[in-house]
């Protein structure tokens, strides 16, 4: 991250999620670079900054030689805008004669002319509107009329020189990667933007969004995630605990099932994370589930990510278990969303739970199945980094989270988990199947309590319709979490 030199008047960019980035806008009087391949945002940020200016008062020009007016037009339409406010001309003007024609070149070499003529043309734009913003869309094309690089950056600095001596905040758009060809424009930029989209093997392509220099400025450094929907560019800032106040502290949660709350030595910590691990079908999301319910009748918001069923399986299967989850819905306590992780990023992801936890008092929060959420990200590593960041933010803020993971396998010893994840968790419940008097019944148990005291006993989770027990420790038996147990005690 930058260190902050002189204090930099800022005006904000107009983009979600930007200014957190760029911590306080774009610096007045700056050259900012706007770099990415087609395709990634380039042309729809600048026009999201310059109709942020507009709202603000600000006159702004955009100088366009990228796009045909019928092509700005369309991609303004599409996102539901107008360009009311703003000032377009075409750079292309300025290497054509009175009558429309190209000029003839004769003397001199075409491309310096061309590029000569159109300098001449913006700078008098320029003079004629005055504009506190400048956009350039794109430098590219002046670059492919330069006959040499010396020449390319002269005519750069050029543009830059005239702004800075009016106090105008330019913005130019560029393809150009950090090559040769890109060092020559970003070494006279104040400020790069760096747009890069990734191509995904399934689902959506993900777009990252950089902050490469801001001169002067603080910033946020790294990879931030960013989408681009009807209405532009929203920048999903990258997560850091430490930024956020811790918040006070408070009691513990219980679930309301006296056997369960009786494993864990009476609840669990406020800003604790519980990590449900066990086979499919075991009963995991139903235990989440409980501490949901419980949670709204202490009159606490919660919300349950879903990775793996819709909302509706999960009213219906609730509903069958005797918990009423879309009555606690309706009244607003229990938030359900389902998240497509070929669809959303682990940046969009941890927006969205940063968001309800700030804006909508949420208490507890489920993510339901931590499998889904690996899938959201490409990299293994990277996905537990920004788990870690988002259980230590919740933690911070003394929000109770509860993650579901599924193991592969069903009877046995080695059983078989995609990620481990256990280290990140204070508590851990494990579930195993075992076999006993020919049937396949359910164990719960206890592996990890960081904070107080819990059971270290296996008790048998019974799930039926119309309820859920946790019985009495399974005394009666050993080698439970085997899968296949031996009897030596009393029938039960």
């Given at each position: 991250?930058?260190?902050?030199?002189?204090?930099?008047?800022?005006?904000?960019?107009?983009?979600?999620?930007?200014?957190?980035?760029?911590?306080?806008?774009?610096?007045?009087?700056?050259?900012?670079?706007?770099?990415?391949?087609?395709?990634?945002?380039?042309?729809?940020?600048?026009?999201?900054?310059?109709?942020?200016?507009?709202?603000?008062?600000?006159?702004?020009?955009?100088?366009?030689?990228?796009?045909?007016?019928?092509?700005?037009?369309?991609?303004?339409?599409?996102?539901?805008?107008?360009?009311?406010?703003?000032?377009?001309?075409?750079?292309?003007?300025?290497?054509?004669?009175?009558?429309?024609?190209?000029?003839?070149?004769?003397?001199?070499?075409?491309?310096?002319?061309?590029?000569?003529?159109?300098?001449?043309?913006?700078?008098?734009?320029?003079?004629?509107?005055?504009?506190?913003?400048?956009?350039?869309?794109?430098?590219?094309?002046?670059?492919?009329?330069?006959?040499?690089?010396?020449?390319?950056?002269?005519?750069?600095?050029?543009?830059r020189d005239h702004m800075a001596a009016r106090s105008i905040t330019t913005v130019m758009l560029d393809e150009a990667?950090?090559?040769?060809?890109?060092?020559?424009?970003?070494?006279?930029?104040?400020?790069?933007?760096e747009l890069e989209q990734i191509d995904s093997s399934y689902g959506a392509d993900r777009r990252r969004l950089r902050?490469?220099?801001?001169?002067?400025?603080?910033?946020?450094?790294?990879?931030?995630?960013?989408?681009?929907?009807?209405?532009?560019?929203?920048?999903?800032?990258?997560?850091?605990?430490?930024?956020?106040?811790?918040?006070?502290?408070?009691?513990?949660?219980?679930?309301?099932?006296?056997?369960?709350?009786?494993?864990?030595?009476?609840?669990?910590?406020?800003?604790?994370?519980?990590?449900?691990?066990?086979?499919?079908?075991?009963?995991?999301?139903?235990?989440?589930?409980?501490?949901?319910?419980?949670?709204?009748?202490?009159?606490?918001?919660?919300?349950?990510?879903?990775?793996?069923?819709?909302?509706?399986?999960?009213?219906?299967?609730?509903?069958?278990?005797?918990?009423?989850?879309?009555?606690?819905?309706?009244?607003?306590?229990?938030?359900l969303t389902h998240l497509d992780p070929a669809e959303l990023s682990v940046g969009q992801i941890a927006d969205l739970?940063?968001?309800?936890?700030?804006?909508?008092?949420?208490?507890?929060?489920?993510?339901?199945?931590?499998?889904?959420?690996?899938?959201?990200?490409?990299?293994?590593?990277?996905?537990?980094?920004?788990?870690?960041?988002?259980?230590?933010?919740?933690?911070?803020?003394?929000?109770?989270?509860?993650?579901?993971?599924?193991?592969?396998?069903?009877?046995?010893?080695?059983?078989?988990?995609?990620?481990?994840?256990?280290?990140?968790?204070?508590?851990?419940?494990?579930?195993?199947?075992?076999?006993?008097?020919?049937?396949?019944?359910?164990?719960?148990?206890?592996?990890?309590?960081?904070?107080?005291?819990?059971?270290?006993?296996?008790?048998?989770?019974?799930?039926?319709?119309?309820?859920?027990?946790?019985?009495?420790?399974?005394?009666?038996?050993?080698?439970?979490?085997?899968?296949?147990?031996?009897?030596?005690?009393?029938?039960?």
């Open positions: 991250m930058s260190a902050s030199v002189v204090d930099i008047p800022r005006f904000p960019s107009g983009v979600p999620g930007l200014d957190a980035v760029l911590q306080g806008g774009i610096p007045r009087g700056s050259l900012i670079l706007v770099e990415g391949p087609p395709g990634s945002g380039k042309t729809t940020i600048a026009l999201q900054f310059l109709r942020q200016a507009v709202r603000e008062g600000e006159s702004c020009l955009l100088a366009s030689n990228a796009e045909t007016p019928e092509q700005l037009r369309s991609i303004v339409e599409s996102h539901g805008w107008t360009l009311k406010g703003v000032h377009v001309t075409d750079l292309a003007e300025g290497t054509e004669s009175e009558d429309g024609q190209p000029f003839d070149y004769t003397l001199f070499p075409e491309a310096e002319v061309e590029v000569g003529e159109t300098l001449q043309h913006l700078f008098a734009e320029v003079e004629r509107l005055k504009p506190s913003l400048l956009v350039l869309d794109t430098i590219s094309s002046l670059r492919v009329l330069a006959p040499t690089p010396a020449f390319h950056r002269r005519q750069l600095k050029r543009i990667a950090t090559t040769d060809k890109g060092l020559r424009s970003q070494t006279l930029a104040d400020g790069i933007i902050v490469r220099k801001l001169r002067g400025c603080k910033y946020l450094s790294g990879a931030h995630d960013f989408s681009i929907i009807t209405g532009g560019l929203i920048v999903y800032p990258r997560l850091v605990a430490q930024s956020y106040v811790s918040a006070p502290n408070a009691e513990q949660i219980q679930s309301g099932l006296n056997g369960l709350d009786a494993l864990t030595g009476g609840g669990l910590p406020h800003d604790s994370s519980s990590l449900v691990i066990g086979p499919a079908g075991i009963g995991k999301s139903t235990i989440v589930t409980l501490y949901a319910m419980a949670a709204a009748a202490r009159g606490e918001n919660s919300s349950i990510l879903l990775f793996d069923e819709s909302v509706e399986t999960h009213l219906t299967r609730s509903k069958g278990l005797g918990l009423d989850v879309a009555a606690a819905r309706d009244q607003g306590r229990v938030r739970v940063v968001r309800q936890v700030e804006e909508e008092g949420v208490k507890l929060v489920v993510i339901d199945t931590l499998n889904g959420y690996l899938q959201s990200a490409n990299e293994e590593q990277t996905v537990v980094l920004h788990i870690r960041e988002l259980i230590s933010y919740l933690s911070r803020r003394k929000v109770a989270t509860l993650l579901t993971l599924t193991q592969h396998g069903i009877l046995g010893p080695e059983m078989a988990t995609p990620v481990d994840l256990s280290f990140l968790s204070d508590n851990v419940f494990l579930l195993r199947y075992f076999e006993a008097n020919g049937a396949i019944r359910k164990a719960l148990s206890m592996v990890k309590k960081r904070s107080g005291k819990h059971e270290h006993t296996i008790r048998e989770l019974t799930i039926k319709p119309g309820g859920i027990d946790v019985s009495e420790a399974l005394a009666d038996f050993t080698g439970v979490l085997t899968g296949t147990p031996v009897y030596v005690g009393a029938k039960p």
